[in-house]
């Protein structure tokens, strides 16, 4: 049995077609998983500001509030805290980078979160 000519013609194109969007798949795979880890920081440096201005708002000291906040923040994170009379403010931040691909642009990830003191607390 032979194939009509218009069917020998189109042999192997679904192959060609797949190779030609191969790469195109695996960069928006790759895109994907970058946001995912990007979303992730995000999340724990909101954990980290928010165990921070906990910490601060009970009066422990600023290395205190920082090393609480840096235990829970992610790898390469700075920790800010800034106190007023009333309010403590502790901002998180870090710079997150693809870990397949080193020499892409890293996008930066930033939480805050304040707090007043508790009754009784001086700063």
Same mark, same amino acid.
């Given at each position: ?19 030609? /969007?191969? #790469? &195109?798949?695996?960069? =928006? ?6 946001? $995912?880890?990007? %979303? !992730? ?30 235990? /829970?923040? #992610? &790898?390469?994170?700075? =920790? ?6 009333? $309010?403590?403010? %502790? !901002? ?32």
């Amino acid at each position: 049995m032979t194939l009509p000519v218009a069917a020998r013609r189109t042999r192997g194109s679904v192959t060609a077609e797949t190779a030609a /969007v191969l #790469p &195109a798949l695996l960069v =928006v795979l790759g895109a994907g998983l970058w946001a $995912v880890s990007a %979303v !992730e920081a995000q999340l724990e440096c909101v954990d980290a500001a928010r165990a921070g201005a906990r910490a601060a708002s009970r009066g422990e000291s600023l290395e205190r509030v920082r090393g609480s906040a840096l235990s /829970v923040a #992610p &790898a390469g994170a700075t =920790v800010v805290v800034t106190r007023s009379a009333e $309010v403590a403010r %502790v !901002e998180v931040s870090v710079n997150v980078r693809p870990r397949w691909g080193a020499s892409l642009p890293g996008v930066t990830v930033h939480a805050s979160a304040a707090s007043v003191a508790e009754p009784g607390v001086e700063w």
